[in-house]
């Protein structure tokens, strides 16, 4: 018998305020950059963003996710032995978003619940995360990871990348163990680092020794993004989901569908004609909810699993990249 770990339950969150691309392209007119901004937005895919009213933290975004997820899953928060929260703009650095999220939700059997910020790859790396201590551990059968961005108050008025195409919102996914006869569910994970581009983002852009400074100004405590170029995304995805699928005797003409980070449909097509894919192998949000961090992937899959399910058999790749940066993609086997 093996033990697998399948996706039971998913569910999202998206506020109401919707943003539209002539509200930002107005706005950067002050500027003087709005035909850059327009070129930009047609680039990465862009329509309409989700923003909050400013009276909703990633905390109470994911919770919402949480509870579609329980209900998606048929399933009650006492169900629950573990919960990860993966998010990069966390409410509270103590005590715990995770733990937050349990109460909450009154998870009362969550007996280990902790956060994990690693970026936009974030929910990605805490559904590997998790699929190993259910793998490992008999103490924990099912896990809740719960992934949220709340970026709208932290990006700067003249940054034209996370002003203009971020959204905010949250994912939550119910991993659950089995055992069964033949091998699927989460199969396995590849991961890729490369830190030379340590230095193009920063939140907060001042750090958190300086943040207390009476001289700061709130410029200098939001998000900071240097232009960088990064034209590799596509052939460094390519190159790790390969590497991914031959480990597990796969071959991207073996996947299905594709479901990848939100920032840029462009690289996402080019990604997938590297892969011999076709964009309607993977599905695109980030138009309707702009761009969702560590939750794009997990956005993303519910929108399809609303649209139609996936046949036993078929094979997923789950793939994102985090500031800095690193990648991971995760192999899924319905």
Known sequence: MRKNVHMVGVGTYHPTKEVSNEFIINHFKEYGNEDHVENLLNKLGRKTR??????????????????????????NPEDID???????????????????????LKAKNASSVFDMNNNCVGMVNA?????????????????????????????????MVTYSIVGDGAAAVILEVR????IRGIL??????????????????????????????SYHRKMEWTPFDFSFLADKWSELIIKLLEEYNYQPRD??????????????????????AEMGQATF?????????????IIAL????????????????FCSVAAGYTMEALLYKW
């Open 179 to 182: 055992e069964e006869e033949e």
């Open 82 to 104: 573990m919960i990860i929260s993966a998010t990069d703009t966390p409410e509270y650095l103590m005590p715990t978003c995770a733990l937050i999220i349990r109460n909450k």
């Open 50 to 75: 989700k923003q909050t009213l400013g009276n909703e933290n990633s905390i109470d975004m994911g919770v919402k996710a949480a509870e579609k997820a329980l209900t998606d899953a048929g399933l």
């Open 127 to 159: 559904m590997d995360v998790a699929s190993r201590y259910l793998k490992t551990d008999e103490k924990y059968k099912r896990v809740l990871v719960v992934g949220s961005v709340l970026v709208s108050p932290f990006g700067r008025e003249d940054d």
């Open 255 to 276: 996947v299905s569908h594709y479901f990848m980070s939100q920032f840029s449909k462009e690289d996402i097509r080019i990604t997938l004609e590297k892969l011999g």
């Open 188 to 217: 396995g994970s590849r991961m890729y680092t490369d830190d030379d581009y340590n230095n193009t983002i920063r939140f907060p852009a001042c750090g958190l020794l300086n943040i207390s400074k009476d001289n700061l100004t």
């Open 302 to 317: 519910n929108d399809r699993l609303k649209k139609e399910a996936f046949k036993k058999d078929e094979i997923i790749i």
């Open 285 to 297: 949000v980030a138009d309707k909810y702009g761009y969702n961090g560590s939750a794009s992937p």
